[in-house]
């Protein structure tokens, strides 16, 4: 074994190596990110399997699926609301008889640091009926995908490996091994376990709720479903998982200080779905009262009242004993747990009053000068009919930046593509001019089927494309095709050669552009206009690559 300080995104990669991982694939997403990055970094220098960024989350699914059916370990990485783009082909493959191990790492972001949910990737593994790993550091995080791959094949499922925002983007030293497990040879699938027709879809959803009980049975005997009984204290148990269990440890001195003679309360941790329903029966028979302490949605509590119905009071989310949104900290638990609050920095004083910092699109942006001619041509087209007659819909990227000041070019931003299906939406329901403004990344990822949507009912809108050469939001990662393929996919799905407009966002061309995406606002059907111009983060590393060739 060797020691490597890793976040805990780069022990997951890592971690998937060394379970002899084959493929490996994903969509940009914080907190997810930095997985795939670390594996793609790997394979470009030659020292890693093939990992491949894919064009959303469904098509990285997909390609892992391959892979696994090829008989080989997959890995396939997101953050939790990419896991709603997955959707159809994760739930289905858990019909499937998984061949190769395949894992999909979820990343959840409470508190919603980056993200517009807080949805708790639980419930999907739970929905799929398919075991869920939660670990609560980045030691857990390298061994549980040797796990999480053994338990794949084991039972012939996919596996969900659920983190959050603090572990994904924390570092600690991590133990890892010395060599990787070779890969597992091809081995083909058989094509009744992955052909989901109805008549073996059947059969193969009868094999799944068949493998509920030994699924059950695993969880209840794994160790890191851990059960500690302290027969002598009967008020309360502590339920934790995930990093709920952190804070809980972090609160452990002043809590066993605070419990004196009795002792500290039976704890279970739970680290995997199904839930060890066995060690929770055993905990709600040692205790009156169950506290759950765990980051997310309170799934584990409403878990809680189908395995041990009425029996215990059950203090968690629900009723307030910790907060029902946002991350928690060892303050909020040290609270559930009774403690007075930490004595602060402050000591009574009033926490000084800071200027607000927004995040702004960076200066000298691109997208700045693309939405001048915006805020330009919207505000002429609302003056010529003499009310408000202009929509328009964003999507997700730098460019939301747009939604605040000085700006507050945009009205709506809601998941990724959304842009151009709800400015058809607004369209229909009777507004003139309705605009969809997305990334060249995020148009590639969900856009282009509500353009065909637009084209197919000729309904008028315009769809503005912000082509920066990079999907910048994430960390520049680099997009899937190149601004000149941008426009043949924007003519091949069926936009008219004259109302598809490629122009420079430059400031020196606010006025002219402005006066283009008026003219393509009066155009009573679907046009298309792409601004072009490179992040400057893109520019940068551009500069860089070239100097490596040519130095
Ligand atoms: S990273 Fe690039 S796209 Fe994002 S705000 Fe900065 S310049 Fe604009």
Redesign the pocket.
């Known amino acids: 074994m060797k020691e490597m300080v890793l976040l805990g995104d780069e022990a997951i990669a890592l971690g998937a190596m060394h379970a002899g991982v084959s493929g490996c694939f994903g969509y940009p997403g914080t907190p997810s990110t930095e997985i795939l990055e670390y594996l793609v970094d790997a394979f470009e220098r030659g020292e890693g399997p093939a990992a491949r960024w894919c064009a959303n989350e469904k098509t990285a699914y997909e390609s892992a699926l391959g892979v696994s059916f090829a008989g080989r370990r997959a890995i396939v990485t997101m953050k939790h609301v990419g896991l709603n783009v997955a959707a159809d082909p994760f739930m289905n493959s858990a019909l499937c008889q998984i061949k190769g191990g395949l894992v999909c790492v979820v990343a959840d972001d409470p508190s919603m640091h980056s993200s517009q949910g807080e949805q708790d990737t639980r419930f999907y593994a739970d929905f799929a009926m398919v075991p869920l790993f939660e670990p609560v550091n980045q030691q857990e995080a390298y061994e549980m995908m040797a796990e999480a791959f053994e338990l794949s094949e084991r039972f012939a499922v996919p596996v969900v490996m659920r983190i959050v925002t603090r572990l994904a983007h924390s570092r600690a030293v991590v133990r890892v091994a010395e060599k990787p497990r070779s890969q597992n040879p091809l081995d083909k699938g058989l094509p009744q376990d992955w052909m989901l027709l109805p008549a073996l879809a059947r059969k193969n959803y009868a094999k799944l709720i068949d493998k509920q009980g030994p699924l059950g049975e695993w969880a209840s005997s794994w160790s890191r479903n851990e059960l500690v009984i302290n027969e002598s204290r009967k008020d309360l148990a502590v339920i934790t998982s995930g990093l709920g269990r952190n804070y809980f440890r972090e609160n452990l001195g002043d809590y066993r200080a605070s419990c004196g003679a009795k002792g500290l309360p039976s704890t279970l941790h739970v680290a995997s779905l199904p839930l060890p329903s066995e060690l929770i029966r055993k905990l709600a028979d040692s205790a009156e009262t169950l506290l759950v302490i765990e980051e997310g949605m309170p799934f584990l509590e409403k878990q809680l009242r189908g395995i041990i119905p009425g029996k215990n009071r059950i203090l968690g989310k629900y009723d307030g004993t910790l907060p029902r949104a946002g991350e928690l900290n060892p303050d909020t638990v040290r609270k559930a747990l009774g403690l007075p609050p930490n004595k602060s920095v402050l000591d009574g004083a009033p926490a000084p009053e800071l200027p607000a910092r927004p995040p702004?699109?960076?200066k000298?942006?691109?997208?700045?000068d693309s939405y001048s001619s915006l805020n330009l041509a919207v505000s002429r087209l609302n003056e010529k009919e003499g009310r408000v007659s202009t929509v328009v819909a964003a999507d997700i990227?730098?460019?939301a930046?747009g939604a605040v000041a000085p700006l507050k070019a945009v009205e709506s931003i809601v998941c990724m593509g959304a842009s151009i299906g709800m400015a058809r939406g607004a369209a229909e329901a009777g507004y003139k001019y309705a605009f969809g403004v997305i990334g060249d990344s995020t148009f590639l990822h969900s856009g282009l089927t509500g353009l065909v949507d637009a084209v197919s009912s000729k309904t008028p809108v315009t769809v503005i494309i912000l082509d920066?050469s990079?999907v910048?939001?994430t960390g520049?990662q680099p997009t899937m095709l190149p601004s000149s393929q941008l426009e043949q996919a924007v003519l091949g799905i069926g936009v008219e050669r004259e109302h598809l407009k490629v122009i420079e966002a430059l400031p020196g061309k606010v006025e002219e552009n402005a006066r283009i995406l008026q003219e393509e606002a009066e155009y009573p059907g679907v046009s298309v206009v792409i601004f072009v111009r490179e992040?400057?983060?893109?520019v940068r590393l551009r500069k860089k690559r070239e100097a490596v060739t040519h130095g």
């Not at 992040?535 to 893109?538: D, G, I, P, Q, R």
Request: aromatic share 4%.
């Open positions: 702004q699109l960076c000298g942006c691109p997208h700045h990227g730098c460019y930046l920066n990079i910048a939001m520049c992040c400057l983060e893109a």
